[in-house]
Structure formats: structure tokens, C-alpha cells
């Protein structure tokens, strides 16, 4: 069965990006901190592990806005695999390599899921996550929590209906012998219990 | 403060996406509209209808019985008025510092006192403690200790559940970013105990 997974970094206080986030600085102000930890992308440890699973998701869903930000992978995020950028106006030029447009939210989550088969796919960026939970069409959480308080910025979790969505802890992996507290970590994976 | 002394540490629920209340907390419900959510973990097992323990043992009787291990209190004026100021006692008869910006004409109830500074009423409430730890609670008191650099710990009891909306945790903090160290990480029945150490400054 597939599955759609939000995989971001955010801070213990939720956010994704610094305050004042925007072209000329994409992660906001000391927004980098939040990727310290990707230092270990590469290295046999717990993040490195946690890192491939990413990329062996077979497709990427990313918002207009996150897309745009990171100079859209030059058309290929990881693999060449199928990226749908959920937008509210489709752009008049072609796409960049594996890129599709798509305007409505179920049908993107409609092709993701025909893309990757029982595998995964990802998704990137705070506005596409919130859009498929308001949706219901999300099945996991892969949050990778960085020991620190941002302050401010932008928030993963925003603009949500006051309505519960259960969630299932079903991993854990800390950083416990990494020797540099600036790249400790936490990857908390939840299931979203269907409603 | 010397080798023995306790530590100041926060202790609260927290849904995934953030919140300790759901929305429209107030007087008449402390947790806003089914924020009770957010307190499932100390049931989760069956509960002690006089102390409120939860029964069975485990890590959620542990993690409550560090908390009622503490030696004095600060809260906020909200947290402690929509809780009905735990009628002066919020356990074991130890002393409740509450955090206020204009000291009632009334005088408190049971064990509590009024202080209108975050400092101060830290510095009163170590020595209350006298070497037990410090419990924070309410979001408030949490960012108004933070703020003047007198928290030391947070314990998150982070339950699996978004509640979308309702009052946020961390939310009007001072510019600036805080570090943390995750001290530990237990998972007991329906929630995640994790434990922070502040380390202050800034590492960017």
C-alpha cells in the first residue's frame, strides 16, 4: 500500500524556517540551524539510516512556495523520481525535468500514490503538508526534531480545524553518540490514524 | 546555586502540532473544547481516583511521581485561576508561587503566594524547594522563566494526536534561539516523556 509521508526538520517549537523567511533567505533568519544535523546524512549512524529512507522515496510532493525557494532541484530532487508541486495558479512555462503542476489536492495525492506503488512518497514543505492533512490525505509523519527553540518563523502546523487526527508513535531514533550536540536529533515517525 | 540544588523544570502535555489547550480555554474548562485530549496519558492505565497516580505502574507512574516528588510550584495567574487555584494545594501542601502582573486584594488560598516577578519568584521557590526540584506549568510562567534565563529543564509529555487549534507552548518568546539538550526520551502508554536540558545561547 503507498503511503504519503510529510519528512521535514522542524524546531522543538514547531517551526520550519527562521522568522522573515522569503527568496533572499529561504530558511529565515538562523533558520540553517535546523540543518546541522543532515551533516550526518552520509555516515552509517541513526541519521544517516533515517536520511536514506528518504531517498528511497519514489515520488515528492512540494508546495508552490518550497519549490520555488529551493530553485525548484533543477527539475530533480533525488533519482529522478516524479515531483508534483501543488500550486493554486499553473505556471504558463513547461516544468523542469520530472516536475508536474497540479492545482487540486486529491488529485495530487492520487498521482503520488499511482507513482510510487506500495512505496512512499514525500512530502516537503509546511503549506503541501498542511493541505493534505486538511485533506485527509496523509498517512505518516517523519519529523526530525532539532533540540532547539527558534523563536519564531514558520510553523509546520498552522491554519489546521480544530479537529483531533490521532496519530500511532511507531518509531524513535535518537543521536546519542554523536559527538557534536549542534547535530543531535530526534526522528519521531507517527502513523495518521485514518478517521 | 551549588551541586545539590534542584532543578526549575517545566512539566506539560503537548499535542504533536504544539498545543496545551484546545481551543476557548478558560475558567470553565482549563483545557478548552476537548483538550482533556491532552491529560488521556495519565488515565491511559486506570487512575487512583484520590491521588490521581495512574495505577499499573510504568513509565506514566514514574514520569507523575517525579512531578509530585517536586518541592514547590510556579505557575501563571491563567493557568492557576482556570485550574480553581487547586483549591491552595496543588500537591502535598508544597508551596505555589504564582506569577501575576497585579496581586490580588484577596489573600490567596492554602499554599500559595503572589509574586509579580519571574526572578524572584524562581529565587523564592528554589528556596522553598529546599534541594527538591522546582515544577513550572502553564505556558506562560514556562516562557516568562525562560526569558530570564531561570529554566532549566522541560519535561514534554507529547501525545500522539494534532489538535489543530487552542493555546501553543512555545509562543511569544524573545528573538533569539534558545539550545537544548535531549536528556532522555521514555515512551509509556499513549505518550512520548521527553526531557530537555536549556543550554541558552545561540549556535548558528
Known amino acids: ?195 | 546555586m551549588t551541586e545539590m540544588a534542584g532543578k526549575v523544570r517545566l512539566y506539560m502535555s503537548m499535542s504533536v502540532d504544539g498545543f496545551i489547550t484546545g481551543p476557548d480555554d478558560g475558567p470553565d474548562q482549563g483545557l478548552g473544547v476537548n483538550g482533556e485530549r491532552l491529560h488521556a496519558w495519565l488515565r491511559a492505565g486506570g487512575v487512583d481516583p484520590v491521588s490521581h497516580r495512574p495505577t499499573g505502574g510504568g513509565v506514566n507512574a514514574e514520569v507523575f511521581d517525579e512531578m509530585m516528588a517536586t518541592g514547590a510550584v510556579v505557575t501563571g495567574r491563567r493557568t492557576f485561576d482556570h485550574a480553581g487555584g487547586w483549591a491552595g494545594d496543588h500537591h502535598d501542601g508544597v508551596p505555589v508561587f504564582v506569577l501575576t502582573r497585579s496581586v490580588p486584594d484577596e489573600p490567596p488560598p492554602g499554599h500559595v503566594r503572589y509574586v509579580t516577578d519571574a526572578r524572584s519568584g524562581v529565587a523564592l521557590a528554589r528556596e522553598a524547594a529546599g534541594g527538591r526540584d522546582v515544577m513550572t506549568h502553564g505556558a506562560a510562567a514556562a516562557m516568562a522563566c525562560l526569558a530570564v534565563g531561570q529554566l532549566d529543564e522541560l519535561e514534554l509529555h507529547v501525545l500522539p494526536v494534532l489538535l489543530g487549534q487552542g493555546r501553543r507552548l512555545f509562543d511569544g518568546l524573545p528573538p533569539g534561539q534558545v539550545e537544548l539538550e535531549l536528556l532522555r526520551s521514555r515512551e509509556g502508554p499513549g505518550v512520548l516523556h521527553l526531557r530537555y536540558r536549556v543550554l541558552g545561547g545561540s549556535r548558528s
Open chain 1, 1 to 195: 500500500m503507498s503511503s504519503i509521508r510529510v519528512d521535514m526538520t522542524i524546531s522543538l517549537d514547531g517551526y520550519v524556517a527562521g522568522p522573515d523567511d522569503g527568496p533572499d533567505a529561504p530558511l529565515g533568519a538562523g533558520g540553517f540551524r535546523l540543518f546541522n544535523w543532515l551533516d550526518k546524512r552520509n555516515d552509517s549512524g541513526p541519521s544517516g539510516e533515517v536520511f536514506a529512507e528518504s531517498l528511497a522515496t519514489r515520488a515528492l510532493i512540494s508546495g508552490r512556495r518550497t519549490y520555488e525557494l529551493a530553485g525548484r532541484w533543477g527539475g530533480d530532487h533525488h533519482n529522478g523520481v516524479p515531483i508534483f508541486v501543488l500550486t493554486r495558479k499553473m505556471p504558463d512555462e513547461t516544468p523542469p525535468g520530472t516536475v508536474r503542476y497540479v492545482t487540486d489536492v486529491a488529485e495530487c495525492a492520487e498521482l503520488a500514490r499511482a507513482a510510487v506503488g506500495d512505496g512512499a512518497a514525500m512530502v516537503h514543505g509546511a503549506g503541501a503538508a498542511q493541505a493534505l492533512l486538511r485533506a485527509g490525505e496523509l498517512d505518516e509523519l517523519e519529523l526530525h526534531v532539532v533540540p532547539v527553540l527558534l523563536g519564531g518563523g514558520r510553523r509546520l502546523f498552522d491554519h489546521l480545524a480544530a479537529e483531533h487526527v490521532e496519530l500511532d508513535l511507531v518509531r524513535q531514533v535518537r543521536t546519542r553518540e554523536v559527538d557534536d550536540p549542534g547535530q543531535h536529533v530526534l526522528h519521531l515517525r507517527y502513523r495518521i490514524r485514518p478517521s
